[in-house]
């Protein structure tokens, strides 16, 4: 009797462990230019500054306040980088899975996750790649790019202001 109350207890929690169980969610951002060459790169390094900052004004703790502010305003952050980079820029929203890679000396794992797209013109060059949640990514660089006005007036759009 008592192994069947003590293997009872063991079932029990290991269904209320599996139950409460949440994959943590990734959200990513991909940056393709047009092509590989030096002028394609630059503009990609222009949008990857521009991209940066936007996500950094809608990052949220909550996963689903940021998709959802990410959402909110992604027309807006499309008009936006096609007016600063001056070329045709395409921005998808949506699950992709990203095979077997390495970022910040951890692999990531083979799975599908919410992906932000920045294709600037057909999108055939190198692309980069970053993580920005749950962890916000870091970025190696010296150089300070502020396009806090042109961001937070997307914002303010959501806010009413």
């Known amino acids: 009797m008592r192994k069947f109350l003590i293997g009872g207890l063991i079932v029990l929690c290991l269904l209320i462990c ?14 393709i230019p047009n092509s ?44 936006l ?15 992709h899975t990203l095979y077997n890679k ?7 794992k083979n799975t ?13 060059g190198s692309n980069w790649w970053g993580t920005v949640y749950p962890e916000f990514l870091e970025v190696n660089s010296s150089e300070e790019v502020k396009y806090e006005s042109l961001i937070l007036s997307i914002f303010n759009k959501i806010k009413g202001e």
């Open 81 to 95: 980088l096609t007016k600063q980079l001056q070329d045709s820029v395409k921005l998808e929203l949506g699950n």
């Open 18 to 31: 599996f139950m409460n169980f949440n994959e943590a969610k990734e959200i990513r951002v991909r940056i």
């Open 102 to 108: 390495t970022y910040n000396n951890s692999a990531v």
């Open 112 to 124: 599908g996750e919410m992906t932000l797209y920045v294709i600037i013109g057909e999108g055939k």
């Open 36 to 79: 590989d060459s030096s002028l394609d790169l630059r503009q990609k390094e222009k949008a990857k500054d521009i991209t940066i900052c936007y996500l950094r004004e809608a990052y949220s703790e909550d996963y689903e306040t940021y998709l959802s502010n990410m959402k909110k305003t992604l027309s807006d952050f499309e008009k």
